[in-house]
């Protein structure tokens, strides 16, 4: 199937899905607008519908009304619809639609799809659809059976197989919007419902090239980047959580006063949700400024690529310690694992880290002077937005229009991926077959 977008902007991949999110965007802010999506049958302003639209396809999660009171059923569903494209992307759900009306899939659509995914060739891309579709349902699902064992017997069989299915696509594609207005506050104590939360940001974190990796060959074969993704999810994952609980464990507001598991039930999820999923077990508000300041980074790292997470990416920042590691050694060459990475991955890793930090500080900087707020709040913020998280110092809800729309232009080049968003606005040069003399610059 050919589609008219592609045709046009074949030779632009990136273009097609920058295009194609904000195409989703537009659709759901209109869907959105009507009042049949909210719960009280009355439109929704443009602003209030584009937000939410924004944040839903971005898989962010931020809100300006509460999702659980505010939309009716049907806002909801538009919102779990959006959430559903948005983390596994706009091309994937287009290419799986024409897959399923037993069309041809062209070389642009598999351009684009390797775009998106990063991969390295355009051979298996058909099969590669089908795993991403059979995996996405197979884990939603059997989060949602699990949820549903506790939800059920609380809110009947109807609602209870609502909330199941809602947060378990929430949570898989790392969006963080909740039906209960205070996300799993109430369920703080509860371990299934924390544990099978956590386990499905994770592994819909993790990304889809390291599900099939994983699930493909042995330990020993796996792939380089498999191998990176791992080890810097636990050590992100594990360092959280001992840090938090360290730190939360003299909090009265936060843990203190629970029992020593759940303290380390909460620090668990509090490590796992900042990695940009978005739902939280304690008032973020109530965290003391250290653990702010580590959520934000965090945050800022996100999870892993080719998945449904933000942020600049585990194996980003793990180029960055390899190849500080390899400068102080006098290395020539980054190696790991046996295996040597290439100078271009260094370049592109410092190129987005080094547009994340001038996007997160500008807009930061902005909303804190716009909002009159303490900077740690508005970096908060802006950092959650761009990393595709959704936690929230209680702050979106009383931002005024502009900071509404900078969180919005944020939360969608943060999904797209600023480095793609470049590549689809400015035109790439060629590269030169000859390079200029060297000359010295002193630096450090």
Not at 105 to 115: A, P, Y
Not at 185 to 191: G, I, M, R, T, Y
Not at 261 to 266: D, I, K, L, S, V
Request: hydrophobic share 50%; charged share 10%.
């Amino acid at each position: 199937m050919q589609i008219p977008a592609i045709r046009h902007w074949q030779k632009n991949p990136p273009l097609v899905l920058a295009v194609g999110f904000l195409f989703m965007i537009a659709v759901g802010t209109l869907l959105l607008m009507h009042p049949v999506s909210s719960a009280a049958g009355v439109g929704t302003t443009f602003m209030d519908a584009f937000f939410t639209a924004t944040s839903a396809t971005c898989v962010t999660g931020l809100a300006v009304v509460n999702t659980a009171v505010y939309w009716s059923v049907f806002g909801q569903a538009v919102i779990l619809v959006l959430i559903q494209i948005g983390g596994l992307g706009f091309m994937t759900m287009t290419v799986l639609i024409a897959m399923l009306l037993h069309k041809k899939i062209t070389l642009s659509d598999r351009l684009v799809i390797k775009e998106q995914f990063g991969q390295e060739s355009l051979t298996g891309m058909v099969r590669w659809m089908r795993y991403i579709m059979l995996a996405t349902l197979g884990v939603e699902m059997l989060g949602a059976v699990f949820l549903s064992t506790q939800w059920i017997p609380l809110y009947g069989w109807k609602t209870g197989l609502w909330y199941s299915v809602f947060h378990a696509v929430s949570a898989f594609c790392n969006a963080g919007f909740d039906l209960f207005g205070d996300s799993l506050l109430p369920f703080q104590a509860n371990s299934v419902v924390q544990l099978t939360i956590a386990a499905l940001i994770i592994a819909g974190g993790l990304g889809f090239s390291v599900h099939m990796d994983l699930f493909r060959r042995n330990r020993k074969r796996w792939q380089l980047h498999t191998k990176l993704v791992l080890s810097m999810t636990m050590f992100l994952l594990a360092g959280g959580t001992l840090l938090f609980f360290l730190i939360e464990s003299k909090n009265p507001a936060t843990w203190a006063t629970l029992p020593v598991w759940e303290r380390w039930q909460a620090a668990f999820f509090q490590s796992v949700t900042t990695r940009t999923a978005g739902f939280y077990s304690v008032s973020q508000s109530n965290l003391t400024e250290i653990s702010l300041v580590l959520s934000i980074f965090l945050m800022f790292i996100g999870g892993s690529p080719a998945g449904t997470a933000g942020g600049i990416k585990t194996t980003t920042f793990a180029v960055l310690l390899l190849s500080t590691r390899a400068q102080i050694q006098g290395a020539s060459h980054i190696e790991v694992f046996k295996r040597s990475i290439h100078s271009d991955v260094v370049m592109r890793a410092l190129t987005m880290i080094m547009i994340a930090l001038v996007w997160v500080i500008s807009i930061s900087f902005i909303l804190a002077v716009k909002e009159n707020i303490p900077y740690l709040q508005s970096i908060y913020e802006t950092v959650s937005a761009f990393a595709t998280v959704g936690l929230t110092m209680d702050l979106t809800p009383r931002l005024s229009t502009l900071s509404k729309v900078l969180l919005a232009i944020t939360m969608y080049a943060g999904r797209v991926g600023p480095v793609t968003l470049a590549y689809a606005l400015i035109q790439r040069k060629k590269k030169a077959d000859y390079r200029s003399a060297e000359g010295n610059v002193m630096v450090g």
